[in-house]
């Protein structure tokens, strides 16, 4: 394989990729100049958070994760083949190049190498002469600590399933595989966005050390049915694309001298929040979320380059968040990813705090504070009306009328 193509990938994703040589050169599968394929994935925010990754491996994760899907909060990806499948033996790479282009712009944007070498890596080797042009867009910000990243190569992968038409291909069993796998190796966090049903809405990605494998694995975790009725917004105190990608954050997670601290303690809590998922333990569910994010940002904060998202500003507004929280006695909780931006996640009697939340909020830090709530809970979606079915995301302010 050529050296600029991801090597490092498990024996059952190089089978699959051997069953669509095998399918092209059956004639099943066949790809010309135009077709194109959709999808929209959602994004998702980590109650056990994925923190630093190995070196020398292609995603691998130094502990394991679990996150809640936001259905509401997606990319949407057109993908367009640029060539088409030539007969074997004039069988060549692609005189094309992969293109992209962001927020319904008409203008070309510079291609990520590491998403150019996915695509490549995706189409090798059953079409080399195939390139795509990718058309995308998020209806929420975009790198401020939302996962844009997951929803997006989730949505990527999504696409290019659809334009192979892989649901007629593979079976759902290989078609979960293929998407989870592939996300995974263009963003790690995207790989807990490919699952489908609202019943998937918790997803875990084990690392090695727990599957006892050389690969991860990710699977949807069971919980209980009164978890359908969680909601979640976000706080946005600042959209602005952060100056640390968490791509580089990772590489820095081992730096820390608290990170082998929290990293030895993941499995354990993985084990108590999964029980408390299925047992509905509001509240245990509530200290490990809130704890773990503490955790990661004290491991940002003490490595070296320092990324700082806990802020004064941030801490100050969790400590107000807590206090309300406390005074209502509601069900709700806080967290935050590689960004400024508080994630709240609640049940609906939690609302009239929020409003109160919001209320005091702007008055301490002197500006507006928008809010994005969830509004749909579907996960990844393919084909055309991947497009159609999605609701729009609603402020806090009209959601709560």
């Known amino acids: ?24 050169k059956q004639g099943k599968l066949f790809i010309q100049n135009g077709d194109v394929g ?3 994935a959602p994004s998702n925010i980590a109650l056990l958070k994925y923190w630093g990754k190995e070196t020398n491996r292609e995603q691998i994760p130094l ?81 401020c600590g939302i996962a844009s990243s997951a929803s997006g190569y989730a949505a990527l992968v999504g696409a290019i399933a659809d334009l192979l038409q892989l649901e007629k291909h593979f079976s759902k069993l290989e078609l979960l595989f293929w998407l989870s ?70 590489k820095y997670a081992q730096t820390s001298p608290l ?23 509001f509240e245990c569910v509530q200290s490990l979320t809130e704890e773990d994010a503490y955790s990661m940002h004290a491991v940002m904060q003490t490595g070296e380059p320092k990324a700082c998202y806990l802020t004064n500003e941030v801490s100050n507004l969790i400590g107000l968040f807590i206090q309300l929280r406390n005074e209502y006695d509601v069900k709700a909780f806080w967290t935050l990813d590689a960004g400024p931006n508080i994630h709240i996640l609640y049940m609906p009697e939690a609302k009239i705090m929020l409003q109160k939340f919001h209320e005091i909020s702007q008055t301490m830090i002197e500006r507006e504070i928008k809010i994005l709530t969830n ?24 959601y709560l009328k």
């Open 1 to 24: 394989m050529n050296n600029t193509l991801i090597k490092d990938i498990p024996a059952e994703l190089e089978r699959l990729q051997n069953k669509l040589l095998e399918l092209r």
């Open 38 to 40: 959709y999808s929209s």
């Open 63 to 143: 502990n394991s994760s679990l996150s809640y899907t936001i259905g509401g909060f997606r990319s949407f990806t057109k993908v367009t083949a640029l060539g088409r499948f030539l007969p074997n033996e004039e069988k060549t790479v692609s005189y094309f190049k992969n293109k992209l282009f962001l927020d319904e712009n008409s203008k070309e944007n510079k291609l990520p190498p590491k998403m150019d070498r996915l695509i490549r890596s995706i189409l090798f080797p059953f079409a080399d002469e195939i390139s795509i042009e990718i058309n995308s867009h998020n209806n929420f910000p975009t790198a």
């Open 181 to 250: 796998e592939w996300a995974r190796l263009g963003s790690g966090s995207a790989t807990r966005s490919v699952f489908t049903s609202e019943e998937e809405s918790f997803v875990k990605w084990e690392a090695p050390i727990l599957n006892k494998n050389k690969f991860t694995n990710t699977s949807s975790v069971k919980f209980h049915p009164k978890w359908r009725q969680l909601q979640h917004s976000v706080f946005i105190l600042n959209s602005s694309e952060k100056q640390t990608s968490s791509s580089d954050g990772h």
């Open 259 to 281: 990170n082998i601290i929290r990293t030895s303690g993941i499995s354990h809590k993985l084990k108590l929040l999964q029980k408390a998922l299925l047992e509905f333990d």
């Open 375 to 398: 509004s749909f809970n579907e996960g990844l979606l393919i084909g055309k009306n991947s497009f159609n079915r999605v609701k729009n995301i609603n402020t806090l302010e009209s």
